[in-house]
């Protein structure tokens, strides 16, 4: 038996009113089964009764929504190591785990222990100054992305990493991706990156559309600090941290990524691995008639 007593969840922000129904069906759920729900206050008043989240006061996050919701979350909850249960509401869904109409289903497994946990390595991002100061870190579980806001026109950047600070490369290009192992299935994948499996610990940093064919994604490793800096002196550059929150790097600042101190850990069911994902995401070793071939 697990020791969830306390529920809290979060809602896709483009419209709590779209998962009122399920909310209530998890709140009597929980009743029935003598546990306490909490939910984000944009969504607390479709279910009278329930009580309000606070992240320090919850054993348990459920999502309801996309990635973009368990990614929302996973940010929330993954400095104090509360599990995250993602409830799929999306179309995609390579991190939400359930299913919506199965969610009760699924839950009542999380409280009889029938599950496991998925730990993700996360990034830490964050913009210095030209003065050196660092502003403050953003936690990453999918990628920080370093690009031009604004009209369409490149960038000339400069990578470098380690201690003794070595030169990688240099990219004229739209931006470049630093992505985890779990966000090279997302943004990374979609400029040409490689697909990680989540047990690699690694950085991956992925140029965005670069202008020579010489220029390839990179995998390196964990524990080195990656610095991006503009070669350029250039406004409108911006940090995008899982595609939801970020800042504004002015001319002579830089960029400067590395593994985070906190992990994710995703609730996953015993049918559940990151192969059966790709290839019921990816539809790969599908034949035509939609089956899977022998």
């Known amino acids: 038996m697990s020791d969830y007593r306390r529920i809290g969840v979060v809602v896709a922000t483009h419209g709590p009113g779209e998962v009122a129904e399920t909310l209530r069906r998890l709140h009597e759920f929980c009743v029935a089964h003598g546990r306490d729900l909490l939910i984000e206050p944009g969504a607390r008043a479709l279910v009278p009764g329930a009580g309000e989240l606070r992240v320090d006061a919850i054993d348990l996050l459920v999502t309801l929504g996309g990635d973009g919701t368990l990614l929302r979350g996973a940010r929330m909850?993954?400095?104090?190591?509360?599990?995250?249960?993602?409830?799929?509401?999306?179309?995609?869904?390579?991190?939400?785990?359930?299913?919506?109409?199965?969610?009760?289903?699924?839950?009542?497994?999380?409280?009889?222990?029938?599950?496991?946990?998925?730990?993700?390595?996360?990034?830490?991002?964050?913009?210095?100054g030209e003065n050196g100061v660092a502003g403050p870190p953003f936690i990453a579980l999918n990628d920080a992305v370093l690009h031009k806001g604004g009209f369409a026109r490149v960038v000339r950047l400069g990578v470098r990493v380690g201690p003794d600070d070595q030169e990688v490369a240099t990219y004229t290009a739209d931006g470049i991706i630093i992505a985890t192992p779990t966000g090279s299935t997302a943004y990374s994948l979609s400029a040409g990156g490689p697909i990680v499996a989540p047990g690699v610990e690694c950085i991956l940093a992925t140029p965005i559309c670069p202008h020579t064919l010489g220029v390839r994604p990179l995998v390196l490793p964990p524990d080195v600090e990656v610095t991006v800096s503009a070669l350029t002196q250039i406004e409108g550059l911006i940090l995008t941290v899982d595609g939801q929150e970020g800042a504004e790097l002015r001319p002579g600042a830089r960029l400067l990524v590395r593994r985070g101190a906190a992990r994710v850990r995703l609730v996953r069911f015993a049918t559940q691995n990151f192969f059966t994902t790709l290839r019921r995401k990816l539809h790969w070793a599908i034949e035509h008639d939609g089956r899977a071939p022998l």
């Open 77 to 128: 909850v993954a400095p104090i190591g509360v599990p995250v249960l993602g409830v799929n509401l999306g179309r995609l869904g390579f991190l939400t785990s359930v299913p919506q109409p199965e969610c009760t289903d699924y839950l009542a497994a999380c409280f009889a222990g029938d599950y496991w946990i998925d730990e993700r390595f996360t990034l830490e991002a964050m913009v210095v």
